[in-house]
């Protein structure tokens, strides 16, 4: 799908269905191939990202058995992690890069990562730095500081490591996950305040969901040296940030919607997406276990929100505060600038090419809403950004002749997203 012309439509009734979570789907192949046990995972994510990892894994040594229908995954780890000599094609997943340098750091090999060229852009010497500390041995085939590298690993020979959280909590979560497998305790030093710790959170839940131990210590964590083998299988939730592009839509057309795989006591930071939308005027018609019904209103007021624990939930808000009645600020997020574009950039410059108001500054946004009837529709950019793609298209049940360009790009995390949009065309009109 090269263009999606997204059609206005207001007030109406609508069922989607939430894919699971790229977050968790990551952090599970990763732990499952670990793992001592053959552990299945149920409701994994088939996305761009997870299918890189799991390609990556295989290379890796590891068994990964996809059932018919897509609903389990079975992996059988390689025990014994001898990697041998390998190259491994990432795309654009900086979670596979990250996860994956400080899984190899487990075993021992001589391999090359790379990816695509907007890959290659995006900073990785803080991980780099932390996992030479261990004694792994990386190596910068272009530019230093970026990928692709080269890792040669006889296992970490050190038990003591400073990670910072300055750009990416990724750097943490990758050393986390892959620790328990280490030749001794670790002992993590972080550096700098965390961002986007809500991620590291679900890390931490996972690793004792498998089985390790982590302790929080006064300057970091500590990582016991042990074994995962406490899972044979492992739900994966419905992924909130996907969930927030269909909660908001009901909010800025005042309609109801249905989100089925919506897990109520969800591990995820960006479930705060409900609350954050609840306190400006959405309402909860129905809920259990696994889903929920929203309802939307006629207006509700603009919002200041510091996203540092949740910034993939900024696109979507930014949306949410083109329809609002009064100006709102989203802030405390310069790590978008070094994620699949420079995010802030192409968030405003769109916002600007629908004859938007938004102002850009180091670490966030201002956006003065305008009447409804003063926006233009126009081709969005989407800049090979799934984020801008989906958050754009929400524009677009308000604001006519929206065009989202390079709508596949969606399938990084949401490969089913425009199938999913269509849904809310089929329902009919809310009563």
Not at 136 to 148: A, D, H, N, V
Not at 188 to 196: F, G, L, M, V
Not at 373 to 389: F, L, P, Q, V, W
Request: hydrophobic share 40%; with cysteine; net charge neutral.
């Amino acid at each position: 799908m090269k263009e999606y012309l997204v059609k206005p439509n207001y007030n109406f009734f609508a069922e989607v269905d939430i894919p699971g979570s790229k977050s968790i789907t990551s952090r599970a192949l990763i732990l499952a191939s670990l793992s001592e046990n053959p552990v299945i995972l149920k409701n994994p994510l088939f996305s761009d990202d997870t299918l890189h990892m799991i390609e990556c894994l295989i290379k890796l040594g590891n068994k990964i058995m996809i059932s018919e229908d897509k609903r389990f995954i079975k992996i059988i780890g390689n025990k014994k992690r001898e990697f041998g000599k390998k190259t491994l094609y990432v795309g654009n997943a900086g979670t596979v890069l990250r996860f994956l340098l400080a899984y190899i750091a487990t075993g021992t090999g001589e391999i090359v990562l790379e990816g695509s060229s907007r890959m290659n852009l995006r900073p990785i010497q803080e991980l780099v730095d932390s996992l030479r500390e261990l004694g792994i041995t990386i190596e910068y085939l272009k530019e230093s500081g970026f990928p692709p590298l080269r890792i040669i690993s006889n296992k970490t020979k050190k038990g003591t490591v400073k990670v910072s959280g300055a750009n990416s909590s990724q750097y943490l979560s990758a050393i986390l996950l892959s620790a328990t497998c280490f030749n001794h305790d670790t002992e993590i030093i972080t550096t700098n305040k965390i961002i986007s710790k809500s991620y590291v959170d679900i890390t931490l839940n996972m690793i004792e969901d498998f089985g390790a131990k982590v302790e929080k210590t006064e300057n970091g964590y500590l990582v016991k040296k042990g074994k995962y083998n406490t899972v044979k299988g492992y739900v994966i939730e419905g992924d909130m940030s996907s969930a927030s592009y269909f909660l908001a839509a009901a909010l800025i057309t005042n309609s109801t919607i249905k989100l089925n795989n919506f897990f109520e006591d969800s591990i995820q930071g960006d479930s705060k997406i409900l609350n954050i939308l609840q306190n400006i005027g959405l309402e909860i018609i129905d809920r259990d276990d696994t889903s929920i019904t929203v309802k939307g209103c006629e207006s509700y007021p603009g919002f200041s929100l510091d996203l540092n624990a949740t910034p993939d939930l900024v696109s979507t808000l930014a949306t949410v505060a083109l329809f609002a009645n009064t100006p709102s600020e989203l802030y405390n997020v310069a790590n978008l600038r070094i994620k699949e574009s420079d995010r802030l950039f192409a968030i405003r410059t769109e916002i600007k090419n629908i004859n938007g108001s938004a102002t850009e500054f180091k670490d966030g946004l201002k956006i003065i809403p305008k009447e409804t009837k003063r926006y233009t529709g126009c081709s969005i950019e989407t800049y090979n950004d799934h984020r801008i793609a989906m958050s754009f298209a929400l524009a677009g049940l308000r604001i006519p002749d929206i065009v989202i360009t390079n709508a596949t790009c969606v399938n990084k995390t949401f490969p089913g997203f425009f199938e999913e949009f269509e849904n809310l065309y089929a329902g009919g009109v809310d009563e």
